[in-house]
């Protein structure tokens, strides 16, 4: 009897510790005649975000002629009871570029932050870090400046009651003028935020994309781009969220996602099909190094993928690509029940010709979703 137990009991134990991910249909919501008539859509619609507040889901995303920056962009947000009917609640359009849209629900109130870019497709102009609000009924406000002019958010994630923000400076990214400054912010308002430490998180080169979640027990772990050079994978004790422990990786983890499942931690983002990033041996890369790199990668194809997060050694390992090609990722995520998540992201036609990354650019992109599940896997297998 003993022994029966022992066998139970790891049985118990390998369905509830491995599970596998199983994607439904991914639906294409740009062209599914879904989304309310005053979305007046143009080639490329890309960088969403997601989120669920008092029983209704509200999606944010871009809509311009290309990826790259236009005078003609507009970011809608619209929101639906069943991720099937949904209607509008705004527009923003500025006579300039408007990208990465971050939802933070707190104190009540939906919040919804955002930065304003050039008119150029030429240059990456960071403006101002802009946000708006609502406590429902369809009614926003006007943007309102939250005094980062410069700065690019990329996560807004709840701890205890406060709300933090990760933002890096983008000003000069391309140039050697480029100071790094990649940081958490904080605030108890959600309009007025201040930086936690006086030094920033990262001051890598080009790091850019500061994704970051919080652990049950209140640890941070973060992913960090590296524009030439791949990424940081980070983490930090709760006892002091920050001070950011690295470690460096060769491989571009592009639009990341944290999310959490049973407190195991999970990444989406853009993969290179193409292998690691930087392939070059130097620890300190050369101006031709790291153009190298970038001209590679714009030429290389991509496709949105999920990963597992080792805690311990930091480290990734794929669990799975995504239908996905040329221009993709830029996910947003909604847990629907316990093993349930609904999960978006963009791309180019999943179902026409491969692209690489750059022509993926130029051309249509397209908002798509998908129902995602965990199920026991008695084998272990991922």
């Not at 890309?46 to 999606?59: M, P």
């Not at 236009?70 to 991720?83: C, E, H, P, R």
């Not at 802009?130 to 006007?142: A, E, F, V």
Request: charge should be positive; glycine fraction near 6%.
């Amino acid at each position: 009897m003993r022994y029966l137990t022992i066998v139970l009991f790891l049985i118990s134990s390998l369905f509830a510790q491995s599970q596998k991910i199983k994607f439904g249909e991914w639906e294409n919501l740009t062209t599914s005649g879904k989304l309310p008539p005053e979305c007046k859509l143009m080639h490329s619609n890309n960088n969403l975000d997601l989120v669920k507040y008092k029983g209704k889901y509200y999606l944010a995303f871009r809509t311009a002629p290309t990826h790259y920056a236009s005078k003609k962009v507009k970011m809608y947000v619209v929101s639906s009871y069943d991720l099937n009917i949904w209607e509008y609640e705004t527009e923003i359009a500025l006579d300039r570029d408007v990208r990465e849209p971050k939802f933070a629900v707190y104190h009540d109130t939906l919040n919804l932050y955002f930065f304003t870019g050039g008119q150029s497709i030429f240059s990456f102009e960071p403006h101002q870090l802009l946000m708006c609000r609502t406590i429902g009924s369809h009614y926003w406000n006007q943007p309102i400046s939250t005094n980062l002019d410069g700065f690019v958010p990329w996560r807004l994630r709840q701890r205890n009651d406060t709300l933090y923000m990760s933002a890096y400076d983008g000003r000069n990214l391309y140039n050697t003028k480029h100071t790094s400054n990649l940081r958490l912010f904080y605030t108890t308002s959600a309009t007025s935020f201040k930086q936690l430490t006086v030094a920033p998180q990262i001051d890598a080169d080009h790091a850019e994309e500061g994704e970051f979640i919080f652990d049950k027990k209140g640890d941070l772990f973060a992913t960090v781009r590296l524009e030439s050079s791949g990424a940081l994978i980070c983490n930090a004790d709760h006892t002091n969220i920050g001070s950011w422990r690295k470690v460096k990786t060769k491989n571009k983890y592009d639009s990341a996602l944290l999310f959490d499942h049973n407190d195991d931690l999970y990444l989406v983002s853009r993969r290179n099909k193409d292998g690691e990033m930087n392939r070059y041996s130097d620890s300190v890369l050369t101006k031709g190094q790291q153009i190298h790199n970038m001209v590679r990668y714009w030429f290389t194809r991509k496709v949105t993928s999920v990963f597992k997060l080792n805690k311990q050694d930091l480290s990734l390992t794929l669990v799975s690509d995504l239908p996905s090609t040329g221009d993709n990722a830029f996910p947003g995520i909604v847990k629907l029940d316990d093993n349930n998540y609904v999960l978006m992201n963009y791309s180019s036609n999943i179902k026409g010709r491969k692209k690489i990354w750059f022509t993926g650019q130029l051309g249509r992109t397209y908002i798509y979703m998908s129902k995602m599940t965990f199920e026991p896997d008695a084998l272990g297998l991922k």
